[in-house]
């Protein structure tokens, strides 16, 4: 899959899926199931880490979780979330950083949060020929500057704000834009009016694509989910059953048993005696 061929699929009528990824085996899985995009998301900082927000996840994170993705040569699109200060210090240390995604966690392209104040470091990144997924409404590492998580564009001048800057990012030259927690119908308008796709994660069916994050999709997180995701498995339950039988059967001695167990070539006395 590559950025181009994910605007041949909008340009067909053909739904973009995409999840995120954090590591080699969820890169695996996610290949084999035919996603399109794999997005190794700072969302890592709450879903992996544990933390309350995204603000603390580091470059050098965004690299190792990206490097351990890329490595499963999944036949999605790799792409690499900059996480919050590392776009926000002027151009010059955002290309660096961005980088660092391709060079270093080998992905293909990066995404990064944020509209019209954000259009220098896009320009930047594009010229230095780092494909760009935008992403806009609801950015999680604008949370203290928004007043928390909340649904973004509901009235008229936010609408229009998020619009316009939409349709600018496509003349900048991203490939696509994440729309993230607005209403529907303004992500239809969006998506009519873009030739590049638009990937919704709480924004509708009306987008071109669709993202969620795996742990929630496959249920194997117990935090409070937004009403946007649909959990298509109980995974936890799966783990939890699991763990709890190999507890019992530590216990019992009934785990290991001798075909899980190594024979010595010969009698162990010759070895002591
Ligand atoms: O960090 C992330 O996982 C994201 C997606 C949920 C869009 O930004």
């Not at 954000?118 to 930047?124: D, K, L, N, Q, T």
């Not at 998580?149 to 990012?169: C, P, S, W, Y």
């Not at 298509?232 to 939890?240: G, I």
Request: proline share 4%.
């Amino acid at each position: 899959m590559t950025a181009l061929a994910l605007g041949q699929k909008k340009a067909r009528g053909e739904k973009i899926a995409a999840v995120t990824a954090y590591d080699f085996p969820t890169a695996r899985l996610a290949s084999e199931a035919g996603i399109d995009l794999i997005l190794v998301g700072d969302s890592l900082g709450m879903v992996l880490q544990g933390r309350e927000n995204t603000l603390k996840v580091s470059m050098d994170e965004m690299v190792y979780h990206t490097s351990m993705v890329s490595r499963a040569r999944p036949r999605s699109l790799v792409v690499s979330d900059m996480p919050y200060g590392s776009f926000h210090a002027g151009v010059g240390p955002s290309v660096e950083n961005a980088c660092r995604c391709l060079k270093e966690g080998g992905a293909e392209a990066v995404k990064l949060e944020g509209g019209r104040k954000r259009f220098p470091v896009i320009e930047a990144l594009l010229d230095a020929e780092v494909p760009v997924l935008a992403h806009l409404g609801l950015t999680p590492q604008s949370v203290h500057a928004l007043g928390g998580f909340k649904v973004q564009g509901k009235l008229k001048e936010k609408a229009r704000e998020i619009f316009q800057d939409a349709l600018d990012l496509e003349k900048l030259g991203v490939f696509a834009v994440v729309l993230e927690s607005i209403p529907m119908e303004l992500a239809g308008r969006i998506s009519a009016a873009l030739r590049i796709p638009t990937i919704g994660i709480g924004a509708g069916p009306l987008c071109d694509g669709q993202v969620l994050v795996l742990h929630d999709l496959v249920g194997l997180t117990d935090l409070h989910l937004p009403r946007f995701v649909r959990r298509y498995a109980d995974s936890r339950s799966l783990w939890l059953d699991a763990l709890r039988r190999f507890v019992a059967d530590v216990g019992s001695g009934a785990f290991p048993a001798e075909k899980e167990s190594y024979h010595l070539e010969r009698d162990i006395e010759e070895f002591f005696r």
